[in-house]
């Protein structure tokens, strides 16, 4: 036998030896039903219209987990210390809460995970920030129109950079119903660019207008050690992350934040599937 043909017998070999692994799926996740989140776009509805499960239903209509578990309180929310209900100015036909310039507060996320994440995070958060005391992203005006947190322009036109006056943000894990990862384990994130590795607590981030910010979470490894000193387990489908946004009383714009605003991205094993019972609207 020559050594092509001993070649192509050990492949066969290694691959009849493999166990067979599920495939990886886009997936992303947010608080309440993915399906009906108010920033979904053509990608998204490419997921919602692909990802099935084993029995035909598409997972993201099937993604509603604001409700209350007695062993692990509330698994899906949104909460907020900064205002009362209000339009928000960015977005027509959304409703969001602000904090307004040189006043501080905080927000908070947290999201299901419906698959097992077989690669890192990503946590998209869209907002509105604006000028102080401005109501339009597309003001036409000195003192109208979007701007940058921990960016202030003084009357003169003259722009300052303030780095401690941009919001700080947090990211936190807790074990669903088959989960392992102890609970309020701090995840770490990947800088971009550069990816150097932080624990993402308190981590200073610009946003800007009503653009798309985006933090890179490391995917959790089984018995690795975060930078917090913690020992890790890999996260499961039924997981939650738990996302805080504090914003310091330096702050230098009208923020707006609201429960559809931050989405988890990330590639899922298939199969992995954790479902409501009921179909969301």
């Known amino acids: ?75 899906e929310y949104f909460d907020q210390h900064a205002s009362q209900v209000k339009a928000d100015p960015c977005f027509p036909g959304y409703l969001s809460h602000f904090i307004t310039a040189w006043n501080g507060g905080w927000f908070e996320w947290q999201i299901m995970l419906q698959k097992k994440p077989d690669t890192d995070l990503d946590i998209n958060i869209r ?15 000195p003192f109208e129109g979007a701007s940058q947190t921990g960016r202030y322009i003084m009357p003169w036109g003259q722009s300052f950079w ?16 088959y989960g392992n990862i102890t609970p309020g ?11 150097f590795l932080l ?8 946003s800007k207008a009503l653009w798309e910010e985006s933090v890179v979470v490391v995917m959790p490894e089984d018995g690795a050690v975060s930078l917090s000193g913690v020992v890790l387990r890999r996260l499961e489908a039924g997981d939650m992350l738990r996302i805080r946004v504090d914003v310091p009383t330096t702050n230098t714009v009208d923020l ?19 479902l409501a019972d009921d179909l969301c609207e």
């Open 162 to 177: 303030l780095i401690d006056s941009n919001p700080r943000i947090t990211v936190t894990a807790y074990p669903g119903e």
């Open 1 to 75: 036998m020559d050594l092509k043909r001993i070649l192509v017998a050990l492949v066969a070999v290694a691959f009849l030896c493999t166990p067979a692994f599920a495939g990886e799926q886009p997936e992303f996740d947010a608080v309440g039903c993915d399906a009906t989140n108010f920033f979904n776009d053509y990608v998204k509805q490419l997921v919602i219209q692909n990802n099935i499960n084993w029995d035909g239903r598409p997972i993201n209509l099937f993604s509603d987990f604001i409700d209350w578990n007695p062993d692990m309180g509330w698994i």
């Open 199 to 206: 624990p993402l607590k308190e981590l200073l981030y610009t």
């Open 256 to 274: 707006y934040y609201g429960e559809d605003n931050v989405v988890v991205k990330y590639v899922g094993i298939h199969g992995s599937e954790y």
């Open 185 to 195: 384990t701090i995840l770490d994130c990947r800088t971009t660019p550069g990816l």
């Open 127 to 141: 907002d509105c920030v604006l000028k102080m005391n401005s109501f339009t992203p597309f003001g036409d005006e």
